[in-house]
């Protein structure tokens, strides 16, 4: 099973608009840490945001904002007026304690954004 | 540059042949990851490294895959016998300590194997 969900493959969207990238995950772990990622066409991906799991506040950087919920086990990642330089794949991650005691990452299968100008 | 490097960016080689990918982690940092990234997918784990040993490779798909990390800085991804299923873009990525923190990645390097 999937453990971290991105359901959305692909979305397209105008300029100014807002977009919400949905993430769902799975652990039996109470210690575990969430991250966004964002791969642009350059390729390399840059970090966003992370996140513990005791820690539900949402947060907000300047357009960007994240919804953390763990009653749907959801993280979900939301921008504001979207420019065109948004434009590339954001992937969730999420980071437990594997089988051999040590921290591994998990990553989703990514949404591609389009901004469209 | 303090950011995480690899190289070669690309590297074409035949069915069979051996082929080494290096990575040079950011200074410091003692956790290093080797994802690799099929089109279209998200990075897939295939082994990190906690200073100089390897504290999980559960990740490699089989032993044509080795990876070390000899002095606990540079690490090379070594893959034998390559088949053209090995082609992706291999990414690694450090972080300061261990998997909870954010990871810092390069740029991948893109293997084809023809």
């Known amino acids: 099973a999937q453990k971290v969900t991105q359901a959305q493959t692909e979305i397209s969207v105008v300029e100014k608009e807002d977009v919400t990238l949905d993430c769902v995950y799975e652990?039996?772990?109470?210690?575990?840490?969430l991250f966004w990622y964002k791969q642009p066409p350059s390729g390399e991906l840059v970090f966003l945001i992370r996140?513990?799991?005791?820690?539900?506040q949402n947060e907000i950087s300047g357009r960007y904002s994240w919804n953390f919920q763990k009653s749907t086990s959801s993280f979900n990642f939301t921008i504001t007026a979207s420019q065109v330089v948004d434009s590339a794949v954001y992937f969730c991650a999420l980071s437990e304690r594997g089988a051999s005691g040590t921290y591994k990452y998990i990553f989703g299968t990514g949404t591609r954004l389009k901004v469209l100008a | 540059g303090a950011g995480v490097s690899q190289t070669p960016s690309n590297k074409v080689t035949e069915k069979g042949k051996y082929v080494e990918l290096r990575c040079d982690p950011i200074?410091?940092?003692?956790?290093l990851y080797w994802y690799r990234q099929s089109l279209g997918q998200g990075p897939e784990f295939l082994i990190y490294?906690?200073?100089?040993?390897?504290?999980?490779d559960s990740g490699l798909p089989n032993d044509r895959f080795f990876a070390v990390r000899p002095e606990g800085s540079v690490s090379t991804l070594k893959i034998q016998r390559t088949e053209r299923g090995d082609s992706a873009v291999y990414l690694c990525?450090?972080?300061?300590?261990?998997?909870?923190?954010?990871?810092?990645f390069g740029p991948g390097t893109r293997l084809t194997v023809l």
């Open positions: 490294f906690q200073g100089t040993g390897a504290a999980d």
């Open positions: 200074s410091g940092h003692t956790a």
């Open positions: 990525a450090s972080s300061l300590t261990r998997g909870s923190n954010e990871q810092f």
């Open positions: 652990t039996r772990d109470t210690t575990y840490y």
């Open positions: 996140r513990n799991s005791f820690d539900e």
